[in-house]
């Protein structure tokens, strides 16, 4: 079966394919069940088109909490379900919200390159006025909460806390109309990180630009209204209407940058 999958996906995704593969032998060679790390949507994607094929029995995280990232457990027969087996836990970042307030990106690069964490074991980052919340992996939670002090120079409490308490996520988005020639993905990069054509298409022959959560090298791949794009280092795109053709023949598109991402 692997060597058929793999020419469903890009080679940017053999890594998340090889792990999920690797978690149904573990499942088949000992009967018990198998724990994934923190997967992005695009990954859960992959994740739930193999265990089908597989015909294998799993659990996500999502089903459970209303959350972008998930986990999956690969279950045997005789298995029941313990949410406790998803191994997460909310860990709750306080501080004095008046003098600072703290970036989505600067709480994953604290754990990132503070700690030395994995990406893998950090889930989703919900980040609130004056406070956060994170998720992580439950032995990784044990060891933020006891290590972390600063983040990004401001003076930080961690403590554990209950599911319970979990805040939902109000995605800010800035929303602008733009004229665009074509909605051709290197144009509308180009367009929206301020760059040259040529710029923008190296960044996306490097990987850096997503479309839908999926690594995108296609420079001529045209883009859709409701389509999500994720340019490394300037944020994430909406589009979220095509509004017409103007008099000089461009796209009116309206883009809704997120800006709490």
Do not use: W
Not at 15 to 21: D, S
Not at 78 to 102: C, N, P, R, W
Not at 166 to 174: C, F, N, P, V
Not at 204 to 223: A, D, M, P
């Amino acid at each position: 079966m692997a060597k058929q999958l793999y020419q469903h996906f890009n080679p940017s995704e053999y890594e998340t394919v090889e792990k999920i593969l690797d978690l149904v032998d573990r499942l088949e060679t000992y009967y018990c069940h198998q724990l994934t790390g923190f997967l992005d949507p695009r990954q859960q994607e992959i994740a739930h088109s193999i265990l089908r094929q597989a015909g294998v029995r799993y659990y996500s995280s999502q089903d459970y909490y209303p959350l972008e990232q998930a986990r999956f457990i690969l279950a045997p027969d005789y298995y029941q379900l313990e949410l406790t087996d998803f191994e997460m836990a909310l860990v709750e970042i306080s501080y004095h919200g008046k003098f600072a307030q703290l970036s989505h990106s600067q709480i994953l690069g604290s754990l990132l390159n503070g700690l030395g964490l994995k990406r893998q074991v950090i889930g989703d980052i919900i980040v609130a006025k004056g406070y956060a919340q994170v998720v992580l992996d439950q032995q990784m939670a044990d060891y933020a909460v006891r290590e972390i002090r600063k983040m990004a120079r401001t003076g930080v409490q961690l403590r554990q806390i209950d599911f319970e308490q979990l805040i939902r996520s109000e995605e800010k988005t800035a929303t602008t109309l733009y004229l665009v020639s074509s909605l051709r993905l290197d144009k509308l990069v180009a367009l929206l990180t301020g760059q040259s054509r040529q710029q923008a298409q190296v960044m996306i022959t490097s990987g850096k630009v997503k479309v839908n959560h999926r690594e995108s090298l296609k420079v001529t791949q045209e883009i859709a209204i409701g389509d999500l794009l994720s340019i490394r280092g300037s944020g994430r795109y909406h589009l979220t209407e095509h509004i017409g053709i103007s008099k000089s023949g461009k796209h009116k598109v309206m883009i809704a940058k997120i800006v709490n991402s």
